[in-house]
Structure formats: C-alpha cells, structure tokens
C-alpha cells in the first residue's frame, strides 16, 4: 500500500514560473489537505477539501489553487511562483473531517523559488 | 489569536526520560495531537488526547489537562531512534489542526 504519494520529490523553478505539485492516495479519505512547512514555523494548512469536488482555503492560500476531481488526487498549483514560496509541502490525507481521524502524510515536496 | 507553545529544542540521554510540554491558546478545542517527524521526513501520527488524563501507548504518553490548556508528551527509555521533531497540533472549534513549531529532540549517548 503506498498510502500518499507526491511528486515531485524536490524542484528548483525560476520566479513566475507555474508549478503543480501532484499528490495522490490510495487509501479513499474523503479529506485531503496541503500544508507548507519552514524552519521555526508550525505546519501552515494551505487548501484543504473535506470530499470530491469541494475545496476550501486555508490559513494562507494566496497564490495558490487546488482541485478535487476525484477521490484520490488533489494537486496543487502555484500559478506564478514568488520566493516566497519556497518551502516544503506536505500533501495529508484523513478519512474523517471533525473527528479525531489523524492525518497520513506524503513525504513532501521540497520546493525553491529563486 | 491562536497559539501554541512548545520549547524550541531539548536534550536527553539514551535510556532517560523525557517530558516534551505543550501549551495552548485556541478558539474551541476538539482535541489534542502529537506528532513525530525525523529529520527529512513526513510527520507521523502518535497520539490524540480529547479528555482530561494520561493515554500511555508503549513507552509513550500523551497528558491533556484542558482547563490549563496544557499537554506534555512524555518518552520514556529513551533510544537514539527517538531524535526527532515532535509536534503539539490542537483541533479548534472549526475543526481545523492549530500547530505548533515543534520540539527538536536531540539524544545523546
């Protein structure tokens, strides 16, 4: 069972680039988040989606978008990448919204803006 | 605002105990988590604490005590396995994960 999948593992793009970050589950949550995380800060929740085709925002979802076609995927996309934004995020998944469901996570996407 | 505290980084020795607090300021709580992460790699699910008292699992433990917005996390019979970043994360009212920084745990032999 691979559980969360994401990719690419690390990535190197140029400002105002556009970058999507792929993340995948084979475990059927209904919910699935994106968090960014850098060094002295707490995970910081980007987008979120409590099931297929329903997303909402996050504690910072400026200059990022996310979809939910589908139970399993739900990508992320930079549309134009600041330096800012570089990070490492982390693609989550639980099989319940409200409840005491943890949180399975990808192994991260590193990610440097320059 | 939201907060939540937790020392920045600690130390222990191979085979000691460990007590890794965590306070918190949240609108609502729905729980309390623990998390580890080794250098480098994803968070891994430890513990949820939602009343009042001790969970043990193993040779660890997770404390809640909501009317002092406080947890600890504690190790015990510590193995240099245990070097890693634990992370506080509170449920709030909306049922959104509140986290902390993270404790780095350093163990020395």
């Known amino acids: 069972i691979a559980g969360i999948t994401q990719a690419p593992t690390s990535q190197i793009l140029a400002a105002g680039r556009r970058m999507t970050l792929r993340c995948t589950q084979d475990m059927r949550h209904n919910a699935m988040y994106w968090y960014r995380q850098d060094l002295g800060l707490g995970l910081r929740l980007i987008h979120y989606?409590?099931?297929?085709?329903?997303?909402g925002k996050g504690e910072v979802p400026d200059g990022y978008s996310v979809s939910r076609a589908n139970t399993d995927d739900f990508p992320l996309t930079l549309a134009s990448a600041v330096p800012s934004q570089t990070s490492v995020y982390f693609c989550?998944?639980?099989?319940?919204?409200?409840?005491?469901?943890?949180?399975?996570f990808g192994e991260g996407s590193r990610l440097t803006v320059l | 605002g939201q907060n939540i505290d937790q020392p920045t980084e600690m130390t222990a020795t191979e085979g000691a105990i460990v007590q890794i607090n965590c306070t918190y300021q949240?609108?609502?709580?729905?729980?309390l988590f623990w998390y580890q992460q080794h250098a480098g790699e994803a968070p891994t699910f430890l513990s949820y604490n939602v009343l009042d008292g001790l969970e043990e699992k193993g040779r660890f433990s997770s404390f809640l005590s909501r009317s002092k917005g406080y947890s600890y996390l504690l190790l015990k019979e510590l193995q240099m396995k245990d070097s890693a970043s634990y992370l506080c994360?509170?449920?709030?009212?909306?049922?959104?994960?509140?986290w902390g920084a993270g404790t780095k745990l350093i163990i020395k032999p």
């Open positions: 989550a998944s639980s099989d319940s919204t409200g409840t005491s469901g943890e949180l399975f």
């Open positions: 989606s409590n099931t297929a085709g329903t997303t």
């Open positions: 949240t609108s609502g709580f729905n729980g």
């Open positions: 994360a509170v449920m709030d009212s909306n049922y959104q994960l509140i």
